[in-house]
């Protein structure tokens, strides 16, 4: 029996991609476009969806460390923390958890450390199913 347990324990976790090599320059540039086009989207979409508040752009460490947070009513807050020690965002959602995202300079896309899945679809698919209208990234 405890082996099952062992076993069970040992397929939920996953192991993350090894993060490429990007340019902190380039990082910094990606990141901050990122965050600006959600930003945008965001504001674009509480045109339709009077829940969507509290839209945030905070710097710190000398613009080493940007936050964008949002709350949507009755939902939850939306946060994402870019980590230019790392080159990596951290996605904070009320509803599918913390994510970690590296940018995929062939692709042009962030993607997930643990199965490589895209910062935008997963966001846009949670969001169009939560809010009224169309997230436009």
Known sequence: MLQN????????KKLEVEIPHIEKDIYLEQA???LFQLSN???KLSEFDDRIKDIEFEESNNGQ??????????????????E???RVIYFNSPFSGI????????????KNTKDLH??????????????????DL
């Open 84 to 86: 230019a020690k790392d």
């Open 32 to 34: 901050n476009l990122l």
């Open 118 to 135: 895209i910062l935008q679809d997963t966001l846009i698919r949670e969001i169009t199913h939560h809010c009224k209208g169309y997230l």
């Open 5 to 12: 347990v062992n076993r069970l324990r040992s397929k939920s």
């Open 41 to 43: 989207g965001f504001e």
């Open 65 to 82: 460390q940007l936050e964008l947070r949002l709350n949507i009513e009755h939902l939850g807050q939306y946060r994402w923390v870019t």
């Open 99 to 110: 994510y970690k995202y590296y940018y995929d300079q062939e692709l042009e896309q962030w």
